[in-house]
């Protein structure tokens, strides 16, 4: 877990960036200059350029939702199937205004993940990341009342 874009770091610096500006800050500095293609990298960057455009300027937001949207597109071009991917896009885009235009995958992601989640441990998830996808569907209330009994019947 040395390496800074060991996927339990980089969950780390989302949940903090998620809360906080100073984090959302150091998440975004840590990944900015990624230019390799690891595809669950590559989203954690577009997780973080989004997070930038929640803390930029007016002048600036757009530039940065139009970034991270072309980040996600990238890794999900590279690993398609990766739930942990489509998670992190389905977090950013289930919460842009529809307005932008820029939520084309909510449903596509949601359903994906839904169908992952409940093929747990067989998901393509780790537990930990599991966790974050069930509890961000259900909690969020991204599913309906009979979805979020069967995925927290789920054993991790």
């Not at 977090?91 to 993940?113: Q, T």
């Not at 966790?131 to 054993?155: C, I, M, P």
């Amino acid at each position: 877990m040395s390496s800074p874009y060991h996927p339990a770091n980089l969950r780390r610096h989302y949940e903090l960036a998620a809360a906080d500006k100073a984090a959302g800050e150091k998440f975004y500095q840590l990944l900015a200059d990624y230019k390799d293609r690891d595809a669950l990298v590559l989203a954690y960057k577009g997780a973080s350029e989004a997070i930038r455009a929640r803390d930029a300027s007016m002048f600036n937001k757009l530039t940065y939702v139009q970034d991270a949207s072309k980040t996600f597109e990238q890794a999900v071009s590279i690993d398609p199937q990766n739930p942990e991917i489509r998670f992190l896009r389905f977090s950013v885009e289930s919460n842009l205004p529809a307005f932008l235009g820029l939520s084309k995958h909510i449903d596509e992601d949601k359903e994906m993940l839904l169908s992952a989640a409940l093929s747990h441990p067989n998901s393509g998830l780790d537990a930990e990341a599991f966790r974050t996808v069930r509890d961000f569907l259900v909690e969020r209330g991204h599913v309906s009342e009979g979805d979020a009994q069967k995925l927290n019947k789920v054993k991790e």
